[in-house]
T-cell receptor, first 114, second 113 residues
Framework: NAGVTQTPKFRILKIGQSMTLQCAQD?????MYWYRQDPGMGLKLIYY???????DKGEVPNGYNVSRSTTEYFPLRLELAAPSQTSVYFC?????????????FGPGTRLTVL | AQSVTQLDSQVPVFEEAPVELRCNYS??????LFWYVQYPNQGLQLLLK??????LVKGINGFEAEFNKSQTSFHLRKPSVHISDTAEYFC???????????FGQGTILTVHP
């Protein structure tokens, strides 16, 4: 199993550009999550999905969009990139038998918006 | 709303010394608590978790944590650290809908030779 994979590893964007961060998991997990990590702030939930076709906002959704057409993939779309979106983005997945199931994280995408 | 507070942003320690990383949570509902570790330039991986039962939880790499309901704490401990334990550690609260986690701010543990 590759687990959770993310592409690209690094990206530099100019203000106003758009991009899609890719996330895939091969564990047949129902639940998937997108977080952003800023220094000293921990991880903040951007969006999450409980299955194909079902997504919902997390704590910091503004400026982002998601879709989930299959169990495996959960891309995160940035429209009109802003410097405030400079961050490290992590995708995670879990197969919750109950609320205590472990989330498995990808290696992250480091995004800089200039 | 639930919140998680990690009381120390940085903890320097010498190799083979004991260490405690502190975490407090606020919630009045069912409590699921986690500690994750992030090594440099990597994603997060689970160290241990408390769901119910024994309040002393043992995890990987010799770490353990104690759930204290009266003090709303879930401190992480290791009796003797190694250089390889240098990483950032995150406490997280679960128990909400759809497995969502609320993370603390993180504690950077630096182990010096």
């Amino acid at each position: 199993n590759a687990g959770v994979t993310q592409t690209p590893k690094f990206r530099i964007l100019k203000i106003g550009q758009s991009m899609t961060l890719q996330c895939a998991q091969d564990m047949n997990h129902n639940y998937m999550y997108w977080y952003r990590q800023d220094p000293g702030m921990g991880l903040k939930l951007i969006y999450y999905s409980v299955g194909a076709g079902i997504t919902d906002k997390g704590e910091v959704p503004n400026g982002y969009n998601v879709s989930r057409s299959t169990t495996e993939y959960f891309p995160l779309r940035l429209e009109l990139a802003a410097p405030s979106q400079t961050s490290v983005y992590f995708c995670a997945s879990s197969y919750p038998l109950d609320l205590g199931d472990t989330q498995y994280f990808g290696p992250g995408t480091r995004l800089t918006v200039l | 709303a639930q919140s998680v507070t990690q009381l120390d942003s940085q903890v320097p320690v010498f190799e083979e010394a004991p260490v405690e990383l502190r975490c407090n949570y606020s919630s009045s509902v069912s409590v699921y608590l986690f500690w994750y570790v992030q090594y440099p330039n990597q994603g997060l991986q689970l160290l241990l978790k408390y769901l119910s039962g024994s309040t002393l939880v043992k995890g990987i790499n010799g770490f353990e944590a104690e759930f204290n309901k009266s003090q709303t704490s879930f401190h992480l401990r290791k009796p003797s650290v190694h250089i390889s334990d240098t990483a950032e550690y995150f406490c997280a609260y679960g128990g909400t809908s759809y497995g969502k986690l609320t993370f603390g701010q993180g504690t950077i543990l630096t182990v010096h030779p």
